[in-house]
């Protein structure tokens, strides 16, 4: 089978389960902008200083997988998906980040001059790209949310802790390699 199988042509694609929508549906916008981030995070991997934030990213990463997952099934078909033993996103997966964040601002010296400037080193740069397609996701989940699709509160919930999360190991990265100096701004 060939990825070009040409049913999209139409402006329509398809959901879980076989169901077609338009490609301006904010269920696709929803899990279009997670799949960005998933690629905007992969970039976090391949360029961040910080070894261990790598490790963390590629953790999250795999959950994207479930999450998109989750959102591109449609109500009528939710049942069906969960009975075929798909993962769904709890409250403990959002708990998760924020222990790390708690961790980071509790147990390490953080500084946050320049925060407003992204691109202090190459991997703070690419976690600021993820940060924002992060909010943008936010606000796809919120729009769909909005349209009346129904979306877990959960993943509205751990997006929005892992643009937090971003933000955080941008700042952290800036201070491990001494790209920026605690002074203050001008």
């Known amino acids: 089978?060939?990825?070009?199988?040409?049913?999209?042509?139409?402006?329509?694609?398809?959901?879980?389960?076989?169901?077609?929508?338009?490609?301006?549906?904010p269920?696709?916008?929803?899990?279009?902008t997670l799949d960005e981030l998933n690629t905007a995070?992969?970039?976090?991997?391949?360029?961040?200083?910080v070894p261990v934030i790598g490790e963390r990213v590629l953790a999250i990463q795999k959950k994207l997988i479930p999450i998109m997952g989750e959102?591109?099934?449609?109500?009528?078909?939710r049942l069906r998906y969960i009975q075929k033993g798909r993962t769904i996103i709890g409250p403990e997966w959002a708990d998760e980040?924020?222990?790390?964040?708690?961790d980071l601002e509790k147990n390490h010296k953080i500084t946050?001059?320049?925060?407003?400037?992204?691109?202090?080193?190459?991997?703070s740069a690419c976690l600021d790209v993820a940060r924002t397609v992060c909010r943008r996701a936010e606000r796809a989940l919120v729009h769909m949310r909005e349209s009346g699709f129904e979306a877990s509160p959960h993943i509205l919930r751990y997006?929005?802790?892992?643009?937090?999360?971003?933000?955080?190991?941008?700042?952290?990265?800036?201070?491990?390699t001494g790209a920026v100096k605690d002074e203050p701004e001008a």
């Open 97 to 102: 980040l924020t222990a790390q964040i708690v």
């Open 159 to 176: 997006v929005n802790r892992l643009s937090d999360l971003c933000w955080l190991w941008a700042r952290w990265t800036e201070t491990l």
């Open 41 to 49: 995070l992969g970039m976090v991997r391949a360029f961040c200083e």
């Open 71 to 77: 959102l591109a099934v449609s109500e009528e078909d």
């Open 1 to 25: 089978m060939s990825i070009a199988t040409k049913t999209g042509d139409d402006g329509s694609t398809g959901l879980m389960f076989g169901r077609r929508v338009s490609k301006t549906h």
């Open 27 to 32: 269920r696709v916008e929803a899990y279009g």
């Open 112 to 123: 946050y001059a320049g925060w407003a400037t992204p691109g202090a080193t190459k991997g």
